[in-house]
């Protein structure tokens, strides 16, 4: 085998790798269990935030979704869309402390969502919608720490919070940014941006959930990039054969 075919081949079985992993991990980055919009406006009224979940599993189906709302800074007027298959269970928690509205003093509100009886096949996810009255003012974020159970019993528990600086971890909690009122990324251009994803038998493939995270997009373009540069390695280093055989 001649020098330049063995460097070309080399060349391409390292960007061929290195592509693949990265493109891998886009596909981690997709599949988390995410909230959408990503961010509201500080106090926005009658809203919708969609909780996306992917099934992981090749051999299992999801089979039950528990996402807990905080109640130190609570979520007001919670409702729930229903889904064909699925049974939705609203826990409600007395406050410590009641939150003062126009329509009067709040001393309950919903604390964990329970959705059972329906299924999330392999390669396929579920939006499950939850429609609210009034979100809080006094913090910048709410984090929604989800358990998901699998048919064959395995639970993975999204409750892990990103902190400043680090990397995300390996099982994140759905996090909603709240933002000043009147900021262009909250409110109502948000809120068009969550409109649900069109679904066959009530489920989704994933390549729509995976066209819908903009990580898992960053990561595949930066597959691509890699490709090209090895490429382009290969193609100098064929070059720098033929000049020094010359």
Do not use: C
């Not at 800074?73 to 064909?84: A, F, S």
């Not at 410590?96 to 009067?104: E, L």
């Amino acid at each position: 085998m001649s020098s330049t075919r063995l460097t070309l081949r080399r060349a391409a079985t390292v960007t061929a790798l290195t592509a693949a992993s990265v493109l891998a991990a886009a596909g981690i980055a997709a599949a988390h269990v995410t909230v959408h919009p990503e961010s509201y406006a500080k106090g926005a009224t009658d809203g919708v935030l969609t909780f996306r979940v992917p099934n992981e599993e090749d051999t299992a189906s999801t089979t039950k979704v528990q996402v807990y709302l905080p109640t130190d800074h609570p979520v007001l007027g919670v409702l729930v869309t229903p889904h064909d298959g699925w049974t939705a269970k609203v826990t409600t928690t007395k406050l410590k402390t009641p939150v003062k509205t126009d329509d009067g003093t709040i001393t309950e509100a919903a604390s964990e969502i329970t959705w059972t009886g329906g299924k999330i096949g392999a390669g396929q996810f579920e939006d499950f919608d939850v429609a609210f009255g009034q979100l809080p003012e006094d913090t910048g974020q709410l984090t929604f720490k989800t358990l998901q159970t699998y048919s064959d019993g395995k639970v993975v528990r999204w409750i892990e919070e990103a902190q400043s600086g680090d990397d995300e971890p390996e099982n994140p909690a759905p996090t909603l940014k709240l933002t000043a009122a009147g900021d262009d990324a909250a409110g109502d251009d948000s809120a068009a941006s969550a409109a649900p994803a069109a679904k066959t038998g009530g489920t989704a493939t994933t390549t729509a959930a995976d066209s819908s995270d903009s990580t898992a997009r960053g990561l595949g373009i930066a597959g691509l990039i890699v490709g090209v540069l090895g490429l382009a390695a290969a193609a100098f280093a064929v070059v720098r054969t033929r000049g020094a055989k010359s």
